[in-house]
């Protein structure tokens, strides 16, 4: 577990709302060194085993790196590790207004969300987080001279530290989601995975290959999309059929009978605190089954929980 080997240099980094590279890209939090490319450990190490999509970008860029530090360090001492670095990578997962909002746009016109279950793909990055695993071909963020690495300048294949953080990191990670569909985000990206299905590396069957970076500054990204929209479609719809949505049904059903069963606990606390005459034992007890059903709904709908919430603080 990484995570140990900089706990002490992220508990000593100063609490801010944005960090600088001068905060972050620093010998306490390097990964490892080739010449002019860097790599910078980060709070990225959550794997979601009950994903069922897989979106893989090329590696994480600054943006994301300082969201997830942002977030880890502000919480490094109210949550355990395995929700911190859950809602680190979940805060920073394709951070950025504009390249969420159009990965969400692709999404939603290939009907994923359909496929899922779900109303739009912008549900992943919030209430239905536990459909969506996001990661790198290059997990850590990776930099040349301080900037954003591309992908293409140095070749991804032509590094031997870019190699073994694939066969160290990547494989595992993707052989631990073998029934997830992958979206891989630009051409490089596809390329490295044609690249492990030819060397019989991974297993995941259906793999959107060629789906088009989301970034505002790629000019190639709409006709791209275009040209293999009714592909990609294609490919969801087999999938299907191969059963690799299935148990996304089944657990909306079991989580609708939850909240119904939830809603009806609610309704009971309100005729309880019609009926009761015991100000004091009133409060207490309402008060502790209404923080056990906020607890209790915050992964069906966080729009009720927040009510509740504030029936608490508005006591």
Not at 7 to 35: C, H, I, P, Q
Not at 211 to 220: D, E, K, L, R
Not at 223 to 251: C, D, R
Not at 258 to 265: N, P
């Amino acid at each position: 577990m990484l995570f140990k080997n900089y706990e002490n240099s992220l508990r000593s980094l100063a609490l801010k709302n944005t960090y600088k590279k001068g905060d972050l890209l620093t010998d306490e939090f390097l990964y490892d060194r080739n010449g002019k490319v860097e790599v910078y450990w980060a709070p990225f190490d959550f794997i979601n085993k009950q994903a069922k999509v897989i979106i893989l970008g090329i590696t994480p860029g600054f943006t994301q790196m300082q969201l997830a530090f942002q977030y880890a360090r502000s919480h490094l001492d109210t949550q355990e590790y395995d929700e911190l670095m859950c809602n680190a990578k979940k805060q920073a997962s394709f951070g950025g207004t504009t390249m969420r909002k159009n990965l969400i746009d692709m999404l939603d016109g290939i009907e994923l969300n359909t496929f899922l279950g779900i109303s739009s793909c912008e549900q992943l990055f919030n209430e239905k987080s536990t459909l969506l695993h996001t990661t790198s071909v290059l997990r850590y963020p990776v930099f040349i001279d301080s900037e954003n690495y591309s992908g293409s300048n140095p070749k991804i294949f032509s590094q031997d530290l870019f190699l073994k953080m694939i066969e160290d990191l990547l494989i595992p990670e993707l052989n631990e989601l073998k029934d997830a569909v992958i979206v891989p985000t630009g051409k490089v990206v596809s390329d490295v995975l044609r690249f492990l299905v030819e060397e019989g590396k991974i297993e995941n069957e259906t793999i959107l290959f060629d789906f088009p970076h989301p970034s505002g500054a790629n000019g190639h990204r709409k006709p791209q999309y275009e040209s293999n929209k009714l592909i990609f479609m294609e490919q969801l719809a087999q999938a299907a059929n191969m059963g690799k949505f299935e148990e996304t049904t089944k657990q909306q059903s079991i989580a609708e009978d939850q909240m119904t069963e939830l809603i009806k606990q609610l309704k009971v606390i309100g005729d309880e605190l019609k009926r009761s005459n015991d100000l004091k034992e009133r409060d207490l007890f309402n008060k502790n089954r209404l923080t056990y059903l906020a607890d209790e709904i915050q992964p069906y709908d966080h729009r009720i929980a927040l009510v509740i919430d504030h029936l608490l603080n508005n006591e």
